[in-house]
């Protein structure tokens, strides 16, 4: 009914910068927030940045001033841009979308997972 679709993880350097796309598709009537979570090995999931439908953000205090996450409406696309890479950003990284359905059902929905490497 509803998928989230992420892309742009992959292999970086130190300092590098990368940008990871989500796009929602299926049967939406409307998106509340999206947002992105990150896994380490060993570790929970955490929140990394987040927007709400009316454009306020909120981010990780470990990636403050060095990510940015936008969302295209149109599109039903979040975007996470990340700059000055840390070896400490390598995880999986999930989309994460609060929606509701044509049928007026609210949810969570959750992406595959994209691997992102910061090589030091």
């Known amino acids: 009914q509803v998928q989230l679709v992420e892309s742009g993880g992959g292999l970086v350097q130190a300092g590098g910068s990368l940008r990871l796309s989500c796009a929602a598709s299926g049967r939406i009537d409307s998106i509340n927030a999206m947002g992105w979570y990150r896994q380490a090995p060993g570790n929970q999931r955490e929140l990394v940045a987040i927007v709400i439908s009316g454009g306020s953000t909120n981010y990780a205090d470990s990636v403050k001033g060095r990510f940015t996450i936008s969302r295209d409406t149109s599109k039903n696309t979040v975007y996470l841009q990340m700059n000055s890479l840390k070896p400490e950003d390598t995880a999986v990284y999930y989309c994460?979308?609060?929606?509701?359905?044509?049928?007026?059902?609210?949810?969570?929905?959750w992406g595959q997972g994209t691997q992102l490497t910061v090589s030091s």
């Open positions: 994460h979308a609060n929606i509701r359905t044509e049928w007026g059902i609210r949810g969570d929905y």
